[in-house]
């Protein structure tokens, strides 16, 4: 019984010993002649410093804003366009109430702009579209834009996201500035 627990031990301690050789060169000690390491993703410094300017604000704009809550639409979507342009489309979530969700949206903004600060993403102009899901008056939903912000890259600069009002974002633009009624203060 002795020599059944030692052999067990022992081959317990063998196969931890070559699945820890695996997990740490990536090769198989059973061949070492052949060895190969085996091929990981490029680490996170790589890949951002050969991400294009537009992959940087994607990303920058995933870790920033929270995921669409709202079943089928698609959270935000870039147009960039860095000697013109550069669109960041976001799709409010929906909050609580009409309140919340007017000032969610505002926070939305504010968190796109920290993302493009962030990103350090070259262009010229950007506008900041909110859309959000709204009801007429025969009943019909469709997603509809609420708020048009614009802002000069000196403007955007400008902004500080920890410390500007979400609620008087609208006064920091311009350029666009169009917020829908149901979104007003």
Known sequence: MADMLTRTRICTVAVSVAV???LVTGCDPEDDD???PTT????ASASASQATPEERLKTALEKKLSRSN????????VSYKPKASTTIKIAANKQFTEGLTRTAAR????SA?????????PGKNWLFTVTYAMTDADGHTSEDQ???LGFTRDRLEAIDPEGVNPKQIETRTDGARVVAPAFRY
Do not use: E, H, Y
């Open 20 to 22: 820890t050789a695996l």
């Open 34 to 36: 052949n060895a190969t």
């Open 40 to 43: 990981g993703s490029p680490t």
């Open 70 to 77: 709202r079943k089928g639409v698609k959270r935000f979507s």
């Open 107 to 110: 926070r939305d903004v504010v």
């Open 113 to 121: 702009i920290s993302a493009v600060q962030s990103a350090k993403t």
């Open 146 to 148: 609420v708020m048009r």
